[in-house]
């Protein structure tokens, strides 16, 4: 009887898993035996992996080859399992020193003739073995840059499993992989771009600098896609842990760009209004994938002609907005995918959709409210702000053609206003307006009695839900960041409110 073990790191969710992989050879009718729950990718990667070793030069154990997967219990999904196997078979065959792979951790899918290919999920897998104590990991080429995201882990890229073998025999060793200098992201659209549209591009700055919702309704050609496309180059590049998050979901996602492993701008996703629930907030029939809503973490997530969605689809969103996180539940496990995005809905005012606005509208009053009855309550009561943009007049077209505001400006002007809401806030674990609970607002941060009474006397009247009272608060707060203020004014409320309502000034 040989033995023989290594690692290897399964994915739940956004986290990886330490897999234990064990081999073990005995006198027998030649055969492989699988074991600890793997899928059909993993069942079929004894395939793979025989075909890689033989066409590496070895020989592939005529014996019975007993592989299991630990934990037991967990599903095993995916490729990345192909090269720690095919390094346990050689090493209880000892072609390979059984010392050597015992704490090393193998990623990679084998190709036919050896070659080793990229996966997905590498930065998690390495997180997670570094997070273990393991301080060596082989990957693929390709995955190189992204495995080096890792500190305190020595990254060994190998283009094939000969070349595993030749380092682990000492015969050619791979060297550690030093990260290079990525590539510069190009430069997003600009908000100068935008002509007219001053209460659009207002709300997009209220959006941006204390992380609200918005829903922006228009007829066709008023800007609406243009304004939510350049929001995320007013929000602020990400921290070095965001940056990490937001990568990791990529990498697992299968949407990380060439060149630039670390995700250093906040994400844009624009998901078309046929996009399935598990297309929107993630699932699959195999391996749970993160969707759209989770790739849009810390970043937008814009749903252009929302009300051509599915309904359930929308309302489905509701309850991930307010946790920042969703979880999905399948038969065989459930994964957890953090989701703390900006929401943008673009809608046009009725089915025609005239660029005139409602002076050619050709839909009845109740088509008209069928149409908007589309977006549900519940999901509108989470919406900070509701802005309706007219058609860029002719007048609006010529006063364009100068030098308005550019997204350099407008984000110098998030950034202070963020920065004075993360003064205000610290020591409490909260850094946006958006986040701050009722009770603190109404508690600790409650403007003066008297700049409230228009948003009290909206509650009285019904036009705002309790949670509709609160989120004023927030914008307002939000406003008055912008405005250098310390506390909001009874205008920094009525223009917050306005929003609300969607009342938009001139």
């Known amino acids: 009887m040989s033995l023989a073990r290594t690692w290897s790191v399964g994915l ?21 035996v699988l074991v600890g729950l793997p899928d059909a990718v993993v069942r079929q990667s004894v395939d793979r992996v025989r075909a890689a070793v033989v066409n590496s030069g070895h020989e592939f154990p005529l014996r019975r080859v007993t592989i299991g997967l630990s934990p037991a219990a967990m599903p095993k999904q995916g490729s990345g399992f192909d090269l720690a196997l095919a390094v346990a078979v050689l090493a209880a065959a000892r072609v390979l020193p059984a010392a050597r792979v015992g704490d090393l951790v193998l990623l990679g899918e084998l190709g036919l003739d050896g070659s080793l290919r990229a996966v997905r999920g590498v930065l998690p897998a390495v997180l997670a073995a570094a997070a273990a104590g393991h301080r060596q990991v082989v990957v693929p080429l390709d995955n190189a840059d992204e495995a080096g995201l890792v500190e305190g882990v020595d990254v060994l890229a190998a283009g094939g499993l000969g070349q595993v073998v030749a380092h682990l025999t000492g015969r050619v060793l791979l060297t550690r992989h030093e990260r290079g200098a990525a590539d510069p992201a190009p430069p997003g659209p600009d908000l100068a771009d935008v002509v007219g549209q001053a209460a659009g591009r207002r709300a997009v700055e209220i959006a941006a600098a204390g992380g609200h919702h918005l829903l922006l309704t228009g007829p066709p050609g008023a800007g609406k896609t243009m304004l939510a496309e350049r929001l995320p180059g007013l929000l602020p590049p990400l921290d070095e842990r965001a940056a990490l998050e937001v990568t990791a979901i990529a990498s697992i996602a299968g949407t990380l760009p060439p060149g630039a492993p670390l995700v250093t701008r906040p994400p844009f996703e624009a998901p078309h209004h046929s996009a399935t629930m598990a297309a929107l907030v993630g699932g699959g029939s195999g391996q749970i994938r993160p969707g759209a809503l989770s790739r849009a973490h810390l970043g937008v997530l814009f749903m252009d002609e929302a009300p051509e ?53 050709t839909c009845s009053p109740l088509e008209r409210r069928r149409y908007q009855s589309r977006l549900s309550g519940p999901l509108l009561d989470r919406i900070d702000l509701r802005v309706t943009l007219p058609p860029v007049t002719r007048a609006a077209w010529l006063d364009g053609t100068g030098s308005p505001e550019p997204t350099a400006a407008v984000a110098e002007r998030v950034r202070r206003a963020r920065a004075a809401a993360a003064e205000r806030m610290a020591g409490t674990g909260l850094s946006l307006n958006s986040e701050v609970p009722g009770r603190l607002l109404r508690e600790r941060w409650r403007p003066a009695r008297g700049s409230l009474a228009l948003a009290e006397r909206a509650l009285e009247r019904g036009s705002l839900s309790v949670r509709g009272f609160d989120r004023v608060l927030r914008v307002a707060w939000t406003v008055a960041d912008l405005a250098g203020r310390t506390t909001p004014t009874a205008e920094d409320v009525v223009e917050a409110l306005g929003m609300r309502l969607q009342r938009v000034a001139a």
Do not use: K, W, Y
């Open 12 to 32: 739940v969710g956004v986290r990886g898993a330490m897999v234990e992989v064990e081999v073990d050879l005995a006198a027998g009718v030649p055969t492989v």
């Open 309 to 361: 969605f599915a309904r359930t689809v929308l309302d489905t969103m509701r309850q991930p907005l307010e946790r920042g996180q969703v979880t999905i539940h399948r038969a065989n496990g459930s994964a957890t995918f953090p989701c703390r995005t900006q929401l943008v809905l673009a809608a046009n005012p009725c089915p025609c959709a005239s660029a005139a606005g409602d002076t050619a509208c």
